[in-house]
């Protein structure tokens, strides 16, 4: 049994049997992202309200707060007294009180929480909401530990004190105490180390990296991995220090993205939780669904109207299928390199027609022993199958298979890199390239191809 | 023209010129991570080198060497001098040295290397290499700062030395100075705001979150995630602790861990890089291209096979594509719910089968709505195509078309979420799921649905 399981079934039977002063005992054991998971499994808003409230640590309650889904955060906001959710957004890290808020989606009770708040927090917060969710801005918390450069590094040890930080703290930053400008920073280690009546000004290392308000998060993002950052302060355009941002913030982040390209990827408007509603989930992907249906039908229809003319040639029917998948799959696996490494910032715009180049040869090579395959086949499968009643020679069958398997690739793999770059330069995301919509447009394509090619050898040929 | 552009022409420019001394300044002010961009845009081994040479920091160039591309790393420590290897990787944290020998892939260069080093560093790396890439003790570096418990809060400040430490410092870690079992971590801000004849036993806090070495890495890192950590010590079988892992690497490998899962939604074997050469990319995408193109083959003979037999209806072979996207669009946004979901440790096995149940009832209701729509545009285009050569009533076709849409998006919802809960009960990967494999075999699925449909109601309605 897992200890999600355990801790469910103990505080179950404590809720049932009223004990709330063993719950609370339990509880303190329990880390919050846990006492959430618990919480979760509840049916009655009654028993999650009684967990919520029995957690007894402020900062742990906050915690928590910040980690229930979005409908129970809202309920629980709306039940609960103005001035608690007050005190406990107050516990929370700037930018992440400022995530509880917008979560609540209701400007009334926001305006609400916000007026019993200290004047400085809420001004930070009122900034941090007015920036763009996927900016800099959007994603960095107000805390931080600036100090300007004539300060002595024992001035700036005595000043740093634990219970006003409201998250890890590795680096001190030195802004000039004129200008107000980001000067560098100092690890902690290094500040411990440093001569106590030395001037941080002296020690700070200069640095050269740091995001800009108005930065997108996945550029930001990129810049954490490339260099290994835990943390990056952000600047104003006066370049002044006004927040930093932190990497669980960008681990989360990364996760989001990744997941956003594979959802968009797969036909679905965004990524679906596997706890999202019957209703929420159609919502999501029902639309790609009906965009799909209405392609593939044109694609239906494209299949039948050359059909009617080759009708003689039934056997030519059971490929369409073959066709469209092959170029799919080619399509997709050229896509999904570009969609990736253009989403993580690793492939520069002078590298794209030598890679265009290389991934149309590389569906031309794939192609040609692909098509070879299948020609064999066919042309082994097709008389044992039909006999006599095919009407065409196998021969030629071949040939119409090898050649439309082969150029069927090719041009899959030229439109799986073409577009992912297209809709880059065009500002759009470029995970839209692997989606439903270009693959069944890629169908359509692919039984032109096919059908073309066979009206052009049959005619040859007969 | 971005900051890589510039440095790439001017360090060009200063190659050319032998200007050694210039070329030495310009990289002091350009970080690792951005050398390595510049050194992997050259195209001459010895101008890489040169630049490599010239970067004069040890510490700089010992990160350097560690970020170069696999190739270049080895075709450099061959051409250098062992002992000056041998000083950048004791510059490095212990399991960026591991790294790096295992990037080698060369047993006979790796002795070389190590037998020049330290003996404690020796050791640790030995330690590190035998671990599993893919276990705690696989990702974990082994320098730590952790204390016996009675040692005071100024004997661990002294004892912290900066110039030791290759990995930046958040907490340092109290043991037992008798069993020598982890009891717990102390923040640096903590520390240095601490009563300094304090014992550390006194004020560590007691930490329940770690990783075990044989854990696997995907669920080291869901904690990370889930609990919003930075640093994660590592405890062996005998409760005491040997490392520790940063949250830089989990970042790298949340990456890998997304980009894999894609790699084999889209159909290859790993994550296929843009710079990847030609015949390295075929032959990781040619396999599955093959399997699928075998598996749309058959679905290419069971639907000649169905038409051979009514081959009066040459209408019904437009639609098999049609039952086919449908099918394995629902399919895929099924099964991509579940792939990432259970790769990021967000499901739990009682959830299963109400998830089962919700993903089959959603499928059957878009499955309604996509059936009706197709069924209503078969019914309205077929006679105007076809006028009176169909040979078959456009209203059972257009039954035909409806239940196959129906049942196919239904079956092939089942089979999405089953098909990725039991590739992970039998510790596969449940990315395969979405990959072409299990669509192709879809597609043959939903050619037996669709004509399953049609002989039945074109018995029943002829």
């Not at 450069?149 to 001190?172: C, G, H, I, R, W």
């Not at 004129?178 to 560098?184: A, D, I, P, R, T």
């Not at 810049?223 to 950052?229: E, I, Q, S």
Request: charged share 25%; aromatic share 8%.
């Amino acid at each position: 049994m897992s200890n999600q399981q355990i801790w469910l079934e103990q505080i179950s039977n404590l809720l049932k049997e009223d004990d709330d002063q063993q719950i609370r005992k339990e509880l303190l054991a329990i880390e919050p992202a846990d006492i959430e998971e618990v919480i979760s499994q509840f049916s009655s808003f009654e028993d999650q309200l009684r967990v919520f409230r029995l957690t007894d640590d402020t900062e742990k309650r906050a915690e928590l707060l910040s980690l229930l889904e979005d409908d129970l955060k809202l309920k629980l906001t709306e039940k609960a007294d103005p001035q608690e959710i007050t005190s406990l957004i107050e516990e929370m890290a700037s930018d992440d009180a400022a995530d509880f808020l917008a979560d609540l989606e209701n400007d009334v009770l926001v305006k609400e929480i916000l007026k019993h708040t200290e004047t400085e927090f809420r001004q930070d917060i009122t900034k941090l909401l007015s920036f763009d969710e996927e900016s800099g801005g959007g994603i960095m918390t107000s805390e931080l530990c600036a100090f300007p450069n004539n300060l002595t590094v024992k001035d700036v040890l005595n000043s740093l004190q634990p219970e006003t930080l409201k998250d890890p703290v590795m680096y001190v930053y030195v802004i000039d105490s004129v200008s107000k400008h980001f000067l560098g920073a100092i690890s902690l280690i290094d500040l411990i180390h440093a001569d106590s009546d030395e001037k941080i000004g002296e020690i700070a290392e200069p640095s050269s990296i740091w995001a800009s308000l108005d930065e997108d998060r996945e550029k930001i993002a990129a810049k954490f991995r490339k260099y290994n950052l835990w943390v990056m302060p952000v600047l104003d355009h006066r370049n002044q220090i006004v927040g930093r941002i932190t990497v669980d913030d960008i681990l989360d982040i990364s996760i989001e993205e990744a997941d956003e390209d594979i959802a968009i990827m797969t036909g679905t408007s965004e990524a679906v939780s596997h706890d999202a509603n019957l209703m929420e989930a159609i919502r999501l992907r029902l639309p790609w669904l009906v965009v799909t249906l209405l392609l593939a039908l044109t694609n239906a229809f494209v299949i039948g109207h050359f059909l009617k003319s080759l009708d003689k040639f039934i056997v030519l029917a059971a490929f369409p299928t073959v066709i469209a998948a092959m170029g799919g799959n080619t399509g997709m696996q050229s896509a999904t390199v570009f969609i990736r490494e253009l989403a993580l910032e690793k492939i520069l715009p002078e590298e794209f027609s030598s890679l265009v180049l290389r991934e149309t040869l590389s569906g031309f090579l794939m192609g040609i022993v692909c098509g070879l395959i299948a020609a064999l086949i066919a042309y082994i499968g097709i008389p044992i199958l039909y006999g006599e009643t095919s009407h065409l020679n196998p021969f030629i069958l071949a040939k119409i298979i090898f050649f439309s398997v082969c150029f069927g690739m090719t041009s899959a793999s030229l439109i799986g890199t073409l577009i992912p770059i297209s809709l880059r330069k065009w500002g759009l995301d470029p995970a839209v390239a692997a989606g439903p919509f270009v693959t069944t447009m890629n169908d359509i394509l692919s039984s032109f191809i096919y059908f073309f090619i066979a009206t052009t050898l049959l005619k040859v040929f007969l």
